[in-house]
C-alpha cells in the first residue's frame, strides 16, 4: 500500500528566503506525482504535475523534482513571498491517487 | 469554464438523515473522485469513477454511496449520517491518461453531523 509523508509538517520563513519542501512515498510504482496548494478553508490548487519519465517541472518561482528510485520529491520555491502561505500537499498517481498530509507554510513579511 | 463545482457548500445534519452532495465538471474528464479531509488524516479516497456509468470503492467507503449517471456528474450520498462523517468533502475531476492524471478539485462541502 502506497504511503506519502511531507517533511515537515510546517515551516516559517522570512520573506525572501528560498525554501524546500519534502515527499516520500513508499512504492515507486507510480505515474505522475502532483503538487498542489490550499489555502484555509478552500479547495486545492493544482501547482505542477510531473510525468514519471521526467525528473523536473517549473512553473514561475517553482520548481518540483521526482526521483522515482529514491521515492522522493521536492518542491522549490524562489523567493518566498507572504502571498505563498498556504498548505502545500504532494500527491502521488498509482492506482489511485494518495495525498501527503501537507506542509503548513508561512511566509513572514 | 466552471472547472469543478459542488453543491451545497455548507451542511448540518441530525444523526440518522440522508443527505446527496453534488460534484459537476465542465472539462469533459472521465475520471471523478470524492474525497474526505479530516484534521491529521489528510485526504481520503471515498469512491471514484472511471467513466460514466462506473463507480468503484477508494480507501474509505463505508457509509457512502455514489452514482454517476451522466459523464459531468458525480454525486455522493449519505443514507444515514453519522457524527463520524462531519468532515470537509471534495470532489476532483482528472484526465484519463494514466501518464498525465492532473487532479482539479472543488472547493469543498462542509458537512457537520450533530
Known amino acids: 500500500k502506497q504511503e506519502v509523508t511531507q517533511i515537515p509538517a510546517a515551516l516559517s520563513v522570512p520573506e525572501g528566503e528560498n525554501l524546500v519542501l519534502n515527499c516520500s512515498f513508499t512504492d515507486s510504482a507510480i505515474y505522475n506525482l502532483q503538487w498542489f496548494r490550499q489555502d484555509p478553508g478552500k479547495g486545492l490548487t493544482s501547482l505542477l504535475l510531473i510525468q514519471s519519465s521526467q525528473r523536473e517541472q517549473t512553473s514561475g518561482r517553482l520548481n518540483a523534482s521526482l526521483d522515482k528510485s529514491s521515492g522522493r520529491s521536492t518542491l522549490y520555491i524562489a523567493a518566498s513571498q507572504p502571498g505563498d502561505s498556504a498548505t502545500y500537499l504532494c500527491a502521488g498517481y498509482g492506482q489511485n491517487f494518495v495525498f501527503g498530509p501537507g506542509t503548513r507554510l508561512s511566509v513572514l513579511p | 469554464n466552471a472547472g469543478v463545482t459542488q453543491t451545497p457548500k455548507f451542511r448540518v445534519l441530525k444523526t440518522g438523515q440522508s443527505m446527496t452532495l453534488l460534484c459537476a465538471q465542465d472539462?469533459?474528464?472521465?475520471?471523478m473522485y470524492w474525497y474526505r479531509q479530516d484534521p491529521g488524516m489528510g485526504l481520503r479516497l471515498i469512491h471514484y469513477?472511471?467513466?460514466?456509468?462506473?463507480?468503484a470503492k477508494g480507501e474509505v467507503p463505508d457509509g457512502y454511496n455514489v452514482s454517476r449517471l451522466k459523464k459531468q456528474n458525480f454525486l455522493l450520498g449519505l443514507e444515514s449520517a453519522a457524527p463520524s462523517q462531519t468532515s470537509v468533502y471534495f470532489c476532483?475531476?482528472?484526465?484519463?491518461?494514466?501518464?498525465?492524471?492532473?487532479?482539479?478539485f472543488g472547493p469543498g462541502t462542509r458537512l457537520t453531523v450533530l
Open positions: 469513477s472511471v467513466g460514466e456509468g462506473t463507480t
Open positions: 476532483a475531476s482528472s484526465y484519463s491518461l494514466a501518464w498525465y492524471n492532473e487532479q482539479f
Open positions: 472539462m469533459n474528464h472521465e475520471y
